[in-house]
């Protein structure tokens, strides 16, 4: 797929999309949304890639859906618009839409550098981890807007943020910005827009350079797994793990590597399955 909406660059084993509508901030319409779904299982693919930086270009992350787009649309067209293959054998839950980044087998870290709203936020949500500005502004949006908490808002962020929070984001529809958003668990890092960049490629590189893509691979499927799991079955994948991890050339050489003091020759996740 050509790009037109978003920029991709793969270097150091860190794949970057960037959404490139910066005098839209960023807002999403179905030439972006496709667009990064297609990059997304792109790096997911790249033996070269081991971890994935999703930020936006200009003074926005994402304004949210592009409102300017949206005309005489039919809403149930919402439902069943940009269909895609559905895999049985992975959980529905994330394969909607928009929530697809769970599915991605490497860790989806997003840099929000400016306004992040509405759907936008969904996808921030949606990300392994967030790393924000501390000048960078959120909001929910959907209320002031005459609009329900769409695409699976509410549920991930009473997950992150807790019950009582989600509820005064979602009704209130307020704007905080990004150290307030690390006070309430909705972003990992507030860290100061000169320094954003530099520490969150950074952090996204150590991961790519140290740590094994199939632990990493597993862990991811065992925390995503978690709501709709009860502890006896969370345990037991996580001794199927154990085992698969405890008898594998990742192990011994993160044993060898660390005797060595040398960086780990890890398998990439392409040659686990």
Known sequence: MTYETILYEARNRVATITLNRPEAMNSLNDEIVAELHDAMWRADGDREVRAIILTGAGRAF????????FGDIDPKALLTKLPRAFDIDARPDYQTRHTYFARIRKPVIGMINGACAGLGMVYALMC???LASKDAV????????GLSA???MAWMLARVAGHANALDLLLSARRFKGEEAKQLGVVNRAIPAAELEAETRAYAEELATWCAPGSMMRMKQLLWDVPYQNLHDHVRMANQHMIETNDSDDFREGVASWK???PPDFAGVEDLE
Not at 62 to 69: F, K, L, P, V, Y
Not at 138 to 143: D, I
């Open 62 to 69: 994402c304004a949210g859906g592009d409102i300017n787009g």
């Open 260 to 262: 060595e003091k040398r």
């Open 150 to 152: 769409e695409y699976g």
């Open 138 to 145: 959120f909001t929910t949006a959907f209320a002031r807007r």
């Open 128 to 130: 392994d981890v967030r």
